[in-house]
């Protein structure tokens, strides 16, 4: 049997302001019919490159050395992407190699319904009417699982949901029924639940058109789901291939060994301990006001003229005591970050009350709350937007102290500056350099070491590792850990991601379309989840273990199936 | 990780390699970099010839006679004596031409300096707090818009000076009405980065931290709005001293006798064309010609180099987001 494609010895190097940089350096892969490959690594390791290179996609500042061999179906002879001309690469595009995005939202065409997005590709490669277009759009719809296809593809893509969006991607890339699908992070921009209906969606693709597919992905649990071999790049070179089990079992590189473990897993954390915890908690339990406590708690976006406002959060009831961190966890949507930014004080509070550090936050004057945020620190989803770029590491941090008068100005609060750097792990001549200059970990280390300059007894974190690499992820966790044990702060940690909630909090709640649907201890919630959306939601978490992740992959159509009945 | 941070080093500018025009100039290549470099030095060269203007020209704007006490005669010819010739009025050409880039480039720097620090102010106060003052400024700017500027600029040289301009007069309503036209398009361009600023975590995060408003405007927002200004501020500079030239040409401008001013010189020559005298004309004609031509290339080039120079920025910003990745990703 003949390899669909067969990458050898491929560099790609890119002429940047800085020089040239290598981002591929000597890779070599192949992959077999009905084949899925799944190509894992952190950012800036050189994997969506080798993708692209597939696809003939590279800008004009870069150089490719090597060769890639792609065949077509029914075709013996293979075509080398890297000297083939323009005109031939838009040929072999669509027809022999397809490609689906990470994000579906950017990827449609907004003024176009999506026939004709579809359709598209069928016009590029040979003449087509449009009823027959509209018929083959119909028909590759409803194999991917669009409800009502013949209505549906007069709609436009800001019609459909992201998962909708995604499968009319897949859709856009089957219909000219390709031998090879390069998938880029296909569910990164999607959440837990619809993620595993993509990753579904893929398998069929493999199992019903036989399509080979490679799977650039970060995620370890869907490659554990999805994939039939894996390669692990790092810096542009691959370490490791193995076979998908072979890999999980016995990784023979460090590096996918640290990879692995620093996967964090629903179960690694307070959920295993949390037993023993609760029996002291319940015992040592004072009648302390909380530091937060919700009632009823709403809060509504107001809507445009003439329409009612959206309501983001629907009467939900929570309490975190003084020390204690409370993990908050939902899709996107689902109105957890706008609890966060509602104890910041960042959203107001319609409805219900929102009691924080002793102030009622409805109706609350920023100039009565203002004394009040010494105590409360934020750490910020995008480590990247959160530094005023223009403001030195050193001057971010001092900036809540200077704010609040406890020292005169960024110079003067230096030594309490270099003291917070080293609790975060970061060398103190640190403190002079840009914001651009740092890498995303570091960057969010600062964060946490400007929200904790004032010594806070609350803070929260907003998805703070989700911008973040998984092994980078592992280590600011662990620092937070670290810190909360050593400050003693209660925590508001909000998180798609069950797994890392379970490392930092140590009771969950779980939101639902602006609801809290389950509120508990993490063994309680990971353990036995009552809600059947909390069940959905562990369910569809994938494990990386390709042998566990089967069975979930059952247990969840089981429930599926439960749901439907 | 470390792809970032071996790239971060050489992507940092020195400060001095950061300042508008430099920067670009570094940046620039090919035609581009020739027409801004044209432009700089044209205009350096105005600035220059303003600055030394006693040194440069052998009379004064307003002398009718040398130093012998001899009167230069009316309309004579380039020579020895006067190098571009005298006027009707028998002023000599060449030290008005002279003085006049003074008196112009006072203009720019007065009506630049005024419209950018109200513009600006504005348009950071309407961007921040939105609401009804902003929509207030806004409409306010739009209509102001569609105002010529030429006729603003005889209203305003009328209501300062009566229509009889001294030197200071004439050069404040070419100044007032300049920044009353071009207050708004600064408003414009500063409110929307301010908008666009507004929304980023760093501003929440310093609005979390406790800081007031006022802080989190200048220290916060206000560097991070003005990229865009150096652009606008070229637009500007043109625009200033061509109102001078044309109130001056219409009569409205600043008398022979208190500064030399090129618009009222041509007015002056209009005659003289006909009859054979090129010399009056043409000299303040081309120094007219030539400092538009300065800025415009300066500007435009600022203006082609704008698309690259934001690509860069978007690289950057894209990396602080997921930082090796965009190395990688941006050029794909």
Same mark, same amino acid.
């Given at each position: %049997?003949?390899?669909?494609?067969?990458?050898?010895?491929?560099?790609?190097?890119?002429?940047?302001?800085?020089?040239?940089?290598?981002?591929?350096?000597?890779?070599?892969?192949?992959?077999?019919?009905?084949?899925?490959?799944?190509?894992?690594?952190?950012?800036?390791?050189?994997?969506?490159?080798?993708?692209?290179?597939?696809?003939?996609?590279?800008?004009?500042?870069?150089?490719?050395?090597?060769?890639?061999?792609?065949?077509?179906?029914?075709?013996?002879?293979?075509?080398?992407?890297?000297?083939?001309?323009?005109?031939?690469?838009?040929?072999?595009?669509?027809?022999?190699?397809? %490609?689906?995005?990470?994000?579906?939202?950017?990827?449609?065409?907004?003024?176009?319904?999506?026939?004709?997005?579809?359709?598209?590709?069928?016009?590029?490669?040979?003449?087509?009417?449009?009823?027959?277009?509209?018929?083959?759009?119909?028909?590759?719809?409803?194999?991917?699982?669009?409800?009502?296809?013949?209505?549906?593809?007069?709609?436009?893509?800001?019609?459909?949901?992201?998962?909708?969006?995604?499968?009319?991607?897949?859709?856009?890339?089957?219909?000219?029924?390709?031998?090879?699908?390069?998938?880029?992070?296909?569910?990164?921009?999607?959440?837990?639940?619809?993620?595993?209906?993509?990753? +579904?969606?893929?398998?069929?693709?493999?199992?019903?058109?036989?399509?080979?597919?490679?799977?650039?992905?970060?995620?370890?649990?869907?490659?554990?789901?999805?994939?039939?071999?894996?390669?692990? %790049?790092?810096?542009?070179?691959?370490?490791?291939?193995? +076979?998908?089990?072979?890999?999980?079992?016995?990784?023979?590189?460090?590096?996918?060994?640290?990879?692995?473990?620093?996967?964090?897993?629903?179960?690694?954390?307070?959920?295993?301990?949390? =037993?023993?915890?609760?029996?002291?908690?319940?015992?040592?339990?004072?009648?302390?006001?909380?530091?937060?406590?919700?009632?009823?708690?709403?809060?509504?976006?107001?809507?445009?003229?003439?329409?009612?406002?959206?309501?983001?959060?629907?009467?939900?009831?929570?309490?975190?005591?003084?020390?204690?961190?409370?993990? =908050?966890?939902?899709?996107?949507?689902?109105?957890?970050?706008?609890?966060?930014?509602?104890?910041?004080?960042?959203?107001?509070?319609?409805?219900?009350?929102?009691?924080?550090?002793?102030?009622?936050?409805?109706?609350?004057?920023?100039?009565?709350?203002?004394?009040?945020?010494?105590?409360?620190?934020?750490?910020?989803?995008?480590?990247?937007?959160?530094?005023?770029?223009?403001?030195?590491?050193?001057?971010?941090?001092?900036?809540?102290?200077?704010?609040?008068?406890?020292?005169?100005?960024?110079?003067?609060?230096?030594?309490?500056?270099?003291?917070?750097?080293?609790?975060?792990? =970061?060398?103190? +001549?640190?403190?002079?350099?840009?914001?651009?200059?740092?890498?995303?970990?570091?960057?969010?280390?600062?964060?946490?070491?400007?929200?904790?300059?004032?010594?806070?007894?609350?803070?929260?974190?907003?998805?703070?590792?989700?911008?973040?690499?998984?092994?980078?992820?592992?280590?600011?966790?662990? =620092?937070?850990?670290?810190?909360?044990?050593?400050?003693?702060?209660?925590?508001?940690?909000?998180?798609?991601?069950?797994?890392?909630?379970?490392?930092?909090?140590?009771?969950?709640?779980?939101?639902?379309?602006?609801?809290?649907?389950?509120?508990?201890?993490?063994?309680?919630?990971?353990?036995?989840?009552?809600?059947?959306?909390?069940?959905?939601?562990?369910?569809?978490?994938?494990?990386?273990?390709?042998?566990?992740?089967?069975?979930?992959?059952?247990?969840?159509?089981?429930?599926?199936?439960?749901?439907?009945? | 990780?470390?792809?970032?941070?071996?790239?971060?080093?050489?992507?940092?500018?020195?400060?001095?390699?950061?300042?508008?025009?430099?920067?670009?100039?570094?940046?620039?290549?090919?035609?581009?970099?020739?027409?801004?470099?044209?432009?700089?030095?044209?205009?350096?060269?105005?600035?220059?010839?303003?600055?030394?203007?006693?040194?440069?020209?052998?009379?004064?704007?307003?002398?009718?006679?040398?130093?012998?006490?001899?009167?230069?005669?009316?309309?004579?010819?380039?020579?020895?004596?006067?190098?571009?010739?005298?006027?009707?009025?028998?002023?000599?050409?060449?030290?008005?031409?002279?003085?006049?880039?003074?008196?112009?480039?006072?203009?720019?720097?007065?009506?630049?300096?005024?419209?950018?620090?109200?513009?600006?102010?504005?348009?950071?106060?309407?961007?921040?707090?939105?609401?009804?003052?902003?929509?207030?400024?806004?409409?306010?700017?739009?209509?102001?818009?569609?105002?010529?500027?030429?006729?603003?600029?005889?209203?305003?040289?009328?209501?300062?000076?009566?229509?009889?301009?001294?030197?200071?007069?004439?050069?404040?309503?070419?100044?007032?009405?300049?920044?009353?036209?071009?207050?708004?398009?600064?408003?414009?361009?500063?409110?929307?980065?301010?908008?666009?600023?507004?929304?980023?975590?760093?501003?929440?995060?310093?609005?979390?931290?406790?800081?007031?408003?006022?802080?989190?405007?200048?220290?916060?927002?206000?560097?991070?709005?003005?990229?865009?200004?150096?652009?606008?501020?070229?637009?500007?500079?043109?625009?200033?001293?061509?109102?001078?030239?044309?109130?001056?040409?219409?009569?409205?401008?600043?008398?022979?006798?208190?500064?030399?001013?090129?618009?009222?010189?041509?007015?002056?020559?209009?005659?003289?064309?006909?009859?054979?005298?090129?010399?009056?004309?043409?000299?303040?004609?081309?120094?007219?010609?030539?400092?538009?031509?300065?800025?415009?290339?300066?500007?435009?080039?600022?203006?082609?180099?704008?698309?690259?120079?934001?690509?860069?920025?978007?690289?950057?910003?894209?990396?602080?987001?997921?930082?090796?990745?965009?190395?990688?990703?941006?050029?794909?």
């Amino acid at each position: %049997m003949s390899n669909v494609v067969d990458i050898e010895n491929l560099s790609v190097r890119f002429a940047t302001d800085a020089g040239a940089v290598t981002a591929v350096d000597g890779v070599s892969l192949s992959v077999g019919e009905r084949e899925i490959l799944a190509i894992v690594g952190e950012s800036g390791s050189g994997k969506s490159v080798t993708s692209k290179t597939i696809l003939g996609l590279l800008p004009e500042t870069a150089t490719v050395r090597g060769a890639v061999v792609l065949r077509g179906r029914g075709r013996d002879a293979g075509v080398d992407i890297v000297t083939l001309g323009k005109k031939e690469l838009r040929e072999v595009r669509g027809r022999d190699v397809a %490609m689906v995005f990470q994000e579906p939202s950017s990827v449609l065409n907004p003024v176009y319904p999506i026939w004709w997005q579809i359709a598209e590709g069928l016009r590029a490669h040979g003449k087509v009417s449009r009823a027959e277009a509209r018929r083959r759009a119909v028909e590759v719809l409803e194999r991917v699982g669009i409800p009502e296809p013949e209505k549906r593809i007069d709609h436009y893509p800001h019609e459909f949901s992201g998962g909708q969006k995604q499968r009319i991607v897949i859709a856009m890339a089957l219909v000219l029924n390709p031998g090879l699908i390069v998938a880029d992070e296909p569910t990164t921009a999607l959440d837990v639940t619809v993620q595993a209906e993509i990753l +579904d969606l893929l398998r069929w693709c493999r199992d019903e058109f036989g399509s080979s597919i490679i799977l650039i992905t970060h995620n370890m649990g869907v490659v554990a789901d999805l994939a039939d071999r894996v390669a692990v %790049m790092y810096r542009g070179r691959i370490v490791e291939e193995a +076979d998908v089990a072979a890999l999980f079992s016995a990784p023979q590189h460090p590096y996918t060994r640290d990879l692995l473990a620093a996967v964090p897993r629903v179960g690694g954390g307070h959920s295993a301990t949390a =037993l023993s915890r609760e029996a002291t908690d319940a015992s040592a339990e004072v009648p302390r006001e909380p530091v937060v406590a919700a009632r009823g708690l709403e809060v509504t976006y107001p809507g445009r003229l003439g329409r009612s406002g959206f309501r983001a959060v629907r009467g939900v009831d929570f309490e975190i005591g003084a020390g204690e961190v409370l993990g =908050l966890v939902g899709e996107s949507g689902s109105g957890k970050t706008t609890i966060g930014r509602a104890i910041a004080g960042l959203t107001k509070v319609t409805g219900g009350s929102l009691r924080v550090l002793g102030h009622e936050m409805r109706g609350i004057r920023e100039r009565a709350f203002r004394p009040v945020r010494s105590d409360l620190g934020f750490v910020f989803q995008d480590p990247g937007t959160s530094f005023n770029p223009l403001l030195t590491i050193g001057e971010a941090i001092a900036e809540p102290m200077v704010v609040h008068g406890r020292a005169a100005s960024p110079d003067d609060a230096r030594g309490r500056v270099e003291e917070l750097l080293e609790a975060v792990q =970061l060398p103190r +001549d640190y403190a002079d350099r840009f914001p651009h200059e740092l890498s995303g970990g570091q960057r969010q280390r600062v964060s946490l070491a400007r929200a904790l300059a004032l010594e806070p007894t609350l803070v929260v974190f907003d998805e703070p590792t989700s911008a973040l690499d998984v092994s980078v992820q592992a280590r600011v966790l662990e =620092l937070i850990r670290e810190l909360q044990q050593r400050f003693g702060f209660a925590g508001l940690f909000i998180s798609h991601d069950l797994a890392v909630v379970d490392l930092l909090a140590t009771r969950i709640a779980v939101m639902y379309r602006g609801k809290l649907v389950e509120t508990g201890p993490n063994s309680q919630v990971l353990g036995a989840p009552r809600d059947p959306y909390t069940q959905r939601l562990l369910a569809s978490l994938p494990v990386p273990d390709p042998a566990e992740q089967a069975a979930r992959r059952e247990a969840l159509h089981a429930l599926a199936h439960a749901d439907g009945a | 990780m470390s792809t970032a941070s071996v790239l971060a080093q050489p992507r940092k500018r020195s400060l001095l390699r950061r300042l508008p025009i430099v920067a670009q100039l570094n940046q620039s290549v090919g035609v581009q970099r020739f027409m801004l470099l044209t432009g700089v030095i044209i205009t350096s060269v105005y600035v220059l010839v303003a600055i030394f203007a006693d040194v440069i020209a052998p009379y004064s704007y307003s002398a009718l006679s040398g130093a012998d006490g001899r009167n230069f005669g009316s309309q004579q010819p380039p020579g020895a004596a006067h190098l571009w010739g005298t006027t009707v009025g028998g002023l000599d050409v060449f030290s008005r031409t002279i003085y006049g880039a003074r008196t112009a480039l006072i203009v720019v720097v007065v009506a630049v300096v005024l419209s950018m620090v109200i513009g600006v102010l504005l348009g950071l106060l309407s961007g921040y707090f939105g609401g009804p003052l902003d929509r207030v400024l806004v409409v306010i700017c739009d209509a102001i818009y569609a105002f010529p500027s030429l006729l603003l600029a005889i209203v305003i040289s009328i209501m300062i000076s009566g229509g009889q301009s001294t030197f200071w007069s004439g050069i404040l309503s070419a100044a007032f009405s300049i920044t009353v036209v071009y207050v708004p398009q600064y408003f414009r361009v500063v409110r929307a980065e301010v908008v666009r600023v507004k929304a980023e975590a760093f501003v929440e995060s310093a609005k979390v931290i406790g800081a007031r408003h006022s802080r989190i405007l200048f220290r916060h927002v206000l560097r991070n709005s003005i990229r865009t200004l150096p652009l606008i501020i070229t637009l500007n500079a043109t625009e200033a001293f061509e109102t001078l030239a044309g109130l001056g040409f219409l009569g409205f401008g600043i008398a022979p006798s208190a500064a030399g001013e090129w618009g009222y010189d041509l007015q002056k020559a209009l005659a003289d064309v006909t009859s054979g005298i090129w010399w009056t004309a043409l000299f303040p004609g081309l120094a007219i010609v030539f400092l538009a031509l300065g800025i415009s290339l300066m500007g435009e080039s600022l203006n082609d180099l704008a698309d690259p120079r934001l690509r860069r920025r978007q690289a950057d910003a894209g990396e602080s987001a997921v930082p090796a990745e965009t190395v990688v990703e941006a050029q794909s």
